[in-house]
């Protein structure tokens, strides 16, 4: 460990003691999405940060099930991976006292990092689109369900947006409220939604890495204080079929020497040409990009016309029903909605990131865009994948994110999903719904 790492880790332990933290959560999300943790007591923190902490490969091929499939490159009882907790996010955790939490990337024995550790790969996007001379900033979006342990509804089933539902979960919401911004999280804006007992969080974007943590943390957050209601919160796309159901949009912009290229250039709704292409090869990934955005079977149960999922293939300005929506402004960015709570955050963004230097690199150009309700038009756009083996296919013949993700990752993903289409094969939408409605 170098000196200086080792003073960040006493100067860390020490800021946790005197907040009475107790333990350390690390998390690691895994290709089935599903955030994953070992804890160590904080006096074990040094060693920790020195040796991390160890944990099997085998869950680079776990599903959302908890069973497991086996990869051409990964999996299998052998092996040892060590997580190493990133202590500048390290945070004690409001609605859980005496815990801190931290996300922590996956290195091997010998200190070489795991080729499939997810973390790694949302860095390593980071760094090629530095390379290119641009900056990202993203944000997710958390929507989620809540009920009581009764399986009803603390909200009552009050109106959809309904100023009621805030009134009768006020002490609910100010406490996450208070918990998220104790945390140091900026939060946006925190809102009833659609569904019955569904909520949303938003908050400000920050570079891709620390997003995808954010939204971990966010979620963590909502789960605690949920907890401590005596409520129980469900992030999983599908909640009840037929009705709304949760997304993680995923809002990006790429800036080059401080500027936005969503903005402020010459092309349609002030897009430059860079930011033009960006979007474009976005866009022309989102059939594959479902496997890391929107990867379940129970992902394809919210992702259906007319319910604000973003199901049709094709962008717009400020169209909440297309899969790509060009929010313009100031802070003009992409919004790509047909992500869910399913995914796994740091493929989900590292993929969109590849995608988008994809089309950069090829100097893309967008389609026509796509005005209202796609499903209303005379001829609607093509759909995206309606069901996960067809995303899957895409994803097969993907070279973009197939080079980016590298073999390992690339594969491992791909057996997950594999197994969880098998999975799922022979269900029912209530079956599926059923199955992975508190997974997430
Ligand atoms: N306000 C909204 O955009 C709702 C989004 C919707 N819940 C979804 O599944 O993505």
């Not at 006493?10 to 943790?37: C, M, P």
Request: glycine share 8%; proline share 7%; aromatic share 6%.
């Amino acid at each position: 460990m170098d000196d200086e790492l080792l003073a960040q880790s006493h100067l860390t332990r020490a800021q946790l003691a005197a907040e009475g933290v107790v333990g350390l959560a690390l998390s690691w999300v895994d290709n089935a999405g599903i955030t994953r943790t070992k804890a160590v007591p904080l006096r074990r923190l040094d060693q920790a940060v020195r040796d991390g902490v160890g944990m099997s490969p085998v869950f680079d091929v776990f599903l959302v099930d908890d069973s497991t499939t086996t990869s051409r490159f990964l999996g299998g009882p052998d092996g040892d991976l060590r997580l190493f907790p990133d202590l500048e996010r390290a945070v004690p955790l409001a609605a859980q006292p005496g815990w801190a939490w931290a996300p922590a990337d996956r290195y091997a024995q010998d200190g070489t990092p795991h080729p499939a550790c997810q973390r790694l790969f949302a860095r390593r996007m980071t760094e090629q689109a530095r390379a290119r001379g641009l900056s990202l900033l993203a944000a997710y979006e958390v929507e989620w369900v809540l009920r009581r342990p009764d399986g009803t509804d603390p909200a009552e089933n009050g109106p959809a947006y309904g100023l009621h539902r805030l009134t009768d979960l006020s002490d609910y919401l100010r406490d996450l409220l208070q918990a998220l911004e104790t945390q140091g999280l900026d939060v946006q804006q925190i809102h009833p939604e659609y569904a019955a007992g569904q909520f949303e969080v938003s908050v400000a974007a920050e570079e891709p890495v620390a997003a995808a943590d954010t939204t971990v943390l966010v979620r963590q957050t909502v789960r605690g204080v949920s907890a401590r209601h005596g409520l129980r919160a469900s992030f999983a796309p599908s909640f009840e079929p037929g009705t709304v159901g949760n997304g993680a949009h995923l809002h990006l912009s790429a800036w080059r020497d401080g500027r936005n290229l969503m903005t402020g250039g010459e092309g349609r709704h002030q897009l430059t040409k860079e930011g033009e292409s960006f979007l474009a090869g976005i866009l022309d990934e989102l059939p594959a990009l479902l496997v890391l955005g929107a990867p379940s079977p129970a992902s394809h149960l919210r992702l259906v016309p007319s319910h604000w999922a973003g199901a049709y293939h094709c962008w717009g300005p400020e169209n909440r029903e297309a899969a790509l929506r060009l929010v313009s402004g100031r802070s003009a960015n992409a919004e790509i909605k047909c992500f869910d709570g399913a995914a796994n955050p740091y493929l989900a963004l590292g993929g969109t990131i590849a995608a988008g230097l994809a089309g950069l690199d090829a100097a893309a150009t967008l389609p026509a865009e796509v005005n209202g309700d796609p499903a209303h038009l005379p001829t609607p756009p093509p759909r995206l994948p309606e069901t996960a083996p067809e995303a899957l296919a895409s994803f097969t013949r993907s070279t973009t994110l197939h080079q980016a993700l590298g073999d390992p990752l690339f594969h491992a993903i791909h057996s997950v999903r594999q197994a969880e289409s098998t999975l799922f094969a022979d269900q029912t939408p209530t079956q599926i719904t059923e199955a992975t409605r508190w997974r997430y």
